[in-house]
DNA sequence: GTGGGTTATAAGTGAAATACGTAAGTTATA
DNA sequence: TATAACTTACGTATTTCACTTATAACCCAC
């Protein structure tokens, strides 16, 4: 069995000897080499990509939200890890979103990192329980201002307009409302200005931001 | 110190029993009473709300989601935790969204079922494992959609096509943007129709949904 | 430095679409 | 049954669309 190539990159001496220290009693892993700074870990993984690249967040020259980026585009084969002091959602977030596969907070134990690498080099991912619930945080938060945002208050236009308004922002023209729904061009205008009316809309354009908003219509 | 009230509603006498002998001995709840429909649900709290309101999702008459929505505004001192076999996405994220608080599958251990209860009665969360393992993908899927959504390659538009487009979808009619760029009415129209050639596309509609999905505008 | 591509400007023209005020017939509902 | 709400419709004025043509400015390459 192959072992797990991993490459440190940390700006502190001490904190990546530390790293080395814990994991260099697993068989299955072999370090693979360090860096102090994005510019030092592009230069040597350019030889040999690792499995697991172990990112630090705030490094001198750049930040490892912007190495995981460039690393999940140019060595899709490499798995990242982050591994901060930074524990706020927004980190989080933006290293999830640039293709990281597992987040730890420094303060974590040799056998949780353990654990992480193994599940992300299987393609899994790895978040620690501390970061698990400040995701979950978000989670939740994100559900509940989903209901919060689209609709301040109900809306007032009846299902005849609600129809009219759905098939006018999917993009047909009136005569074609006109035509699927078997009714009089003039109609379907009628029931438009009623919509701006009730709505206060002062254009078509703002009509349409409605239906979106109000999820009549998909973006 | 006072036990904390619980009130169980599942369509299925089989499932509340069982749940009802899983809580029985723990002597610092109660089981204020139990419901097999949202009628009878609502008729029952009304007399007395209970402090953890455990739901399943199917219902006969409504379903846990709705009922969970009306109870987090009629109720908010009713905290609700989800009893459900259903673990789809959909269902825990409406479920939260709805004003849920904890999210169990019927699987669930006695143990995980007491934590969750007094979880929530303490004002937290509680997810279990295997519902936190759903939700945290979800997040991960969300954080990556983030970024392909918004713009599928480069805006191929000039300087000028894009603040005519901006002006339009901001809701000016032709001659308003004519009127502030000080440009003939004519030129608005020959922009917009080379816009609408470029991105081939086919309404007026389509154009604003372009803007607002490129950040051009604000919804 | 001349030709070619891109951009910004403008106009003609007929057809198509829309805005807006008004109004009649139909349901709900109080 | 009276009143409000809803759906339907038209006339006229305005606006936009679709397609074509045209000119000046600019940049870039050969």
Redesign the pocket.
Known sequence: MSKIRIFLVDDHQLVRDGIKALLISSDDLIILGEASSGKECFEKIAIEPPDVLILDISLPDTNGIEITKRVSVDYPQTRVLILSMYTNEDFIFNSVKAGARGYLPKNTSREELLSAIHAIYNGDEFFSDSISRIMLKSYVRKAKEDDLLPQRGPIPL????IEILKLFAEGY???EISDQ?D?????V??????I?KKLELK??VELIKYAIRNKIVEL
Chains 1, 2 share one sequence.
């Open positions: 009846t299902t005849r307009e023209i009136n005569k729904l009714i009089s061009i003039r109609t205008e009628t029931h438009k200005n009623h701006m254009s078509t």
